[in-house]
């Protein structure tokens, strides 16, 4: 987790490239632990367009990671509600959300 922090405190114009073309597995897994993120759901419909027309959707920038994904958002109170874990530590709730994301079925 620190290194997700340490990644999330660069500027939000920042570059992000992922290794593989997962992100909407990605996005369809943040959408059961975080469905009222406005912001994950207009990523997923820009992210559906273009894997549609076979394009690819890396790279994204840092402020679109910080805003929709569930890792860099571990003080979400949706998050943390949807986990049960109100009032656990950051660190707890990124052990939950890895959790879910191995045993999740996309």
Request: include cysteine.
């Amino acid at each position: 987790m620190a290194s997700l922090q340490k990644l999330a405190a660069l500027p939000g114009e920042t570059l992000v490239y992922c290794a593989h073309e997962y992100t909407q597995a990605n996005g369809r897994f943040a959408r059961t632990v975080e469905p009222g993120n406005g912001a994950l759901a207009e990523r997923l419909r820009r992210v559906a367009e273009l894997r549609d027309r076979n394009e690819s959707t890396v790279p994204s920038t840092l402020a679109e990671e910080v805003a929709t994904n569930p890792f860099l958002r571990p003080s979400s109170a949706e998050i943390r509600a949807t986990l049960g874990l109100e009032r656990a530590a950051d660190l707890q709730v990124f052990v939950a959300l890895r959790c879910r994301k191995d045993s999740f079925k996309a």
